[in-house]
């Protein structure tokens, strides 16, 4: 499966972003789809997951909850990431990543092994 995340850009705090994974070669709903960020001179964090299946059970880090949003369009294989409320300290680049795992929760971390090429958010006034 091949990921492809995009949406990002340059934003003013307070404001919003929808990032979107899409994918080839994979349907999403069948697995954990998973968003990380990497901010510089910082190691990679999870920011939130969708569990597989059409009523994925979701999960945010508790940095963004009440901000972040997963979701996923099984019509359209893609998953996304509303991003509302950011602060400069959401700049990063984002990134999708699934397990590939046919039915699979959330998985820790070292489980994802396909990645999207990353966007950049930077949040900025």
């Known amino acids: 499966v091949q990921l492809q995340a995009s949406g990002g850009g340059l934003v003013q705090p307070g404001g919003s972003l929808r990032l979107s994974c899409a994918a080839s070669?994979?349907?999403?709903?069948?697995?954990?789809i998973g968003w990380f960020r990497q901010a510089p001179g910082k190691e990679r964090e999870g920011v939130s997951c969708?569990?597989?299946?059409?009523?994925?059970?979701?999960y945010v880090v508790d940095s963004v909850k009440g901000r972040f949003t997963v979701s996923r369009d099984n019509v359209k294989n893609t998953v996304y990431l509303q991003m509302n409320s950011l602060k400069p300290e959401d700049t990063a680049i984002y990134y999708c990543a699934t397990d590939a795992v046919y039915g699979s929760t959330c998985p820790p971390a070292r489980a994802y092994s396909y990645w999207g090429q990353g966007t950049q958010v930077t949040v900025s006034s």
């Open positions: 969708i569990s597989s299946g059409d009523d994925g059970s979701t």
């Open positions: 070669g994979g349907t999403l709903r069948y697995y954990a």
